[in-house]
């Protein structure tokens, strides 16, 4: 009788157990909410010739054209929609016009803004490659930098940069003049409002602040005040990385489409992830490898008007084009 009242009472323990975890499942680990992405094509290899790359590390569309940060090669390069070269900004340098590893881009009102992680400023150029300003330089003071990831523009010209080794998101105005910032400087956090090792910015049209925090694994939100909204990226956006939906192993970039949809460049899982403004997941796409709809280290990400998705395959040197399925 012990024995059996033993086992029933076993047989119970095991039965919550499996509730547990499949309400943990379901509530820290969400189904896709839309229908997935198709891959459709992809162009470059490694090399330094035009269309070739060695370390692309940012994407931003602007109109028919797609504007590649060329890292290693210290360039941008510039191609249409179906991947066809077209031209090049920049060379190698220091100096005005030159460029020390770009990284994240942003276009705005006509103008092509450089986060340069080795020149630890930010540089501005026309679309049709003219140097137009810089803004920073080295340094962990205001309006300073210590490898810059990101940049986003709000709609009066202010800068919003992640400055990766400072851990801090700044605010500039558009002359460069130090405005706020979050997080605080040369300190790591896993709390709301600080950082580890942010990556990228990104402003959705509603004026809310998206910061790719990039070593704790998560997104989080500011409103227009800059006020801290909300974070996200595996249980409790603590610096859990993991390969399941919604969760990051070092989100890299962000960008935001006309919808204020969030795609986000999952690195070491090899994918781009998609979710709402509030952070709920909706899909996601791409899987480790080399071959077709494959990502060596996804690490950027930029989303055209009509909604096909451009995504920087950092290790594969190359870029790819996706497609939501009807």
Same mark, same amino acid.
């Given at each position: 009788?012990?024995?059996?009242?033993?086992?029933?009472?076993?047989?119970?323990?095991?039965?919550?157990?499996?509730?547990?975890?499949?309400?943990?499942?379901?509530?820290?680990?969400?189904?896709?909410?839309?229908? $997935?992405?198709?891959?459709?094509?992809?162009?470059?290899?490694?090399?330094?010739?035009?269309?070739?790359?060695?370390?692309?590390?940012?994407?931003? *569309? =602007?109109?028919?054209?797609?504007?590649?940060?060329? +890292?290693?090669?210290?360039?941008?390069?510039?191609?249409?929609?179906?991947?066809?070269?077209?031209r090049q900004i920049g060379t190698p340098g220091r100096g005005p016009g030159e460029l020390g590893r770009p990284m994240n881009l942003t276009v705005?009102?006509?103008?092509?803004?450089?986060?340069?992680? %080795?020149?630890?400023?930010?540089?501005?150029?026309?679309?049709?490659?003219?140097?137009?300003?810089?803004?920073?330089?080295?340094? +962990?003071?205001?309006?300073e930098f210590n490898a810059p990831g990101g940049v986003a523009v709000t709609p009066n010209g202010d800068l919003l940069v992640a400055d990766f080794?400072?851990?801090?998101?700044?605010?500039?105005? =558009?002359?460069?003049?130090?405005?706020?910032?979050w997080g605080t400087t040369g300190h790591i956090g896993m709390w709301a409002e600080e950082f580890n090792y942010p990556t990228d910015v990104a402003? !959705?049209?509603?004026?809310?602040?998206?910061?790719?925090?990039?070593?704790?694994?998560?997104?989080?939100? @500011?409103?227009?005040?800059? =006020?801290?909204?909300?974070?996200?990226?595996?249980?409790?956006?603590?610096?859990? @990385? !993991? $390969?399941?939906?919604?969760? %990051?192993?070092?989100?890299? &970039?962000?960008? *935001?489409?006309?919808?204020?949809?969030? @795609? =986000?460049?999952?690195?070491?899982? /090899?994918?781009?992830?998609? %979710?709402?403004?509030?952070?709920?997941?909706? +899909?996601? %796409?791409?899987?480790?490898? +080399?071959?077709?709809?494959?990502?060596? /280290?996804?690490?950027?990400?930029?989303?055209?008007?009509?909604?096909?998705? @451009?995504?920087?395959?950092?290790? &594969?040197?190359?870029?790819?084009?996706?497609?939501?399925?009807?």
């Amino acid at each position: 009788m012990r024995l059996q009242t033993a086992f029933k009472a076993g047989r119970n323990i095991l039965v919550v157990l499996a509730v547990v975890i499949a309400g943990g499942w379901h509530a820290f680990i969400p189904a896709a909410k839309e229908p $997935p992405y198709e891959f459709v094509t992809t162009w470059g290899e490694k090399g330094g010739a035009p269309g070739q790359f060695n370390d692309p590390t940012g994407i931003a *569309v =602007a109109g028919e054209e797609v504007f590649v940060a060329d +890292s290693r090669n210290g360039r941008i390069q510039v191609f249409d929609l179906e991947g066809r070269f077209r031209r090049q900004i920049g060379t190698p340098g220091r100096g005005p016009g030159e460029l020390g590893r770009p990284m994240n881009l942003t276009v705005h009102e006509g103008d092509l803004y450089v986060a340069e992680y %080795f020149n630890d400023r930010i540089q501005v150029f026309g679309l049709d490659g003219t140097p137009k300003r810089i803004i920073g330089k080295p340094g +962990s003071g205001p309006g300073e930098f210590n490898a810059p990831g990101g940049v986003a523009v709000t709609p009066n010209g202010d800068l919003l940069v992640a400055d990766f080794y400072n851990h801090r998101i700044q605010r500039l105005g =558009a002359d460069g003049g130090f405005v706020r910032q979050w997080g605080t400087t040369g300190h790591i956090g896993m709390w709301a409002e600080e950082f580890n090792y942010p990556t990228d910015v990104a402003l !959705g049209p509603d004026g809310t602040l998206y910061v790719a925090d990039g070593y704790n694994d998560r997104i989080q939100a @500011f409103g227009p005040g800059g =006020a801290f909204l909300r974070k996200w990226g595996g249980p409790f956006a603590i610096n859990i @990385f !993991g $390969p399941f939906n919604g969760w %990051f192993a070092t989100v890299t &970039n962000l960008t *935001v489409d006309r919808k204020g949809q969030v @795609f =986000a460049a999952d690195f070491y899982n /090899h994918r781009i992830q998609k %979710f709402a403004a509030d952070g709920t997941f909706l +899909s996601g %796409f791409g899987a480790r490898g +080399s071959g077709p709809g494959q990502f060596n /280290h996804a690490i950027a990400v930029a989303v055209a008007a009509d909604g096909t998705v @451009f995504a920087a395959d950092f290790g &594969n040197n190359r870029i790819e084009k996706w497609r939501q399925a009807k």
